[in-house]
């Protein structure tokens, strides 16, 4: 079966920084790209990263630019966010993200790891 696992989530102190990693399984990983979504309390999911299936292009958004880092390692089947100079903006539940670049455009989504940035 279809399998994302986010882990790395926890409590970090403001300008701290975590690594969080996505462990994928049961699909062609290669053939998709990989996003980081995340949602606060009362707010809508936004896209944070993402990364083409070769990892030849990375995109992010402006509120993360210059702090995190999306990658992947596609003999591994996973994909990692390192996030620096972490705000407490940037609490929210993040979710790993898969999206097929082929015509079927398969969607899959793990399940969340929670981090939380004290001030």
């Known amino acids: 079966q279809v399998q994302l696992v986010e882990s790395g989530g926890g409590l970090v102190q403001s300008g701290g920084s975590l690594r969080l990693s996505c462990a994928a399984s049961?699909?062609?990983?290669?053939?998709?790209?990989m996003n980081w979504y995340r949602q606060a309390p009362g707010k809508e999911r936004e896209l944070v990263a993402s990364i083409t299936s070769a990892g030849s292009n990375t995109n992010y958004a402006n509120s993360v630019k210059g702090r995190f880092t999306i990658s992947r390692d596609n003999a591994k089947n996973t994909v990692s966010l390192q996030m620096n100079t972490l705000k407490p903006e940037d609490t929210a539940v993040y979710f790993c993200n898969a999206h097929e670049e082929k015509w079927m455009r398969r969607n899959y989504w793990g399940q969340g790891t929670r981090v939380t940035v004290s001030s």
């Open positions: 049961g699909f062609t990983f290669s053939d998709y790209a």
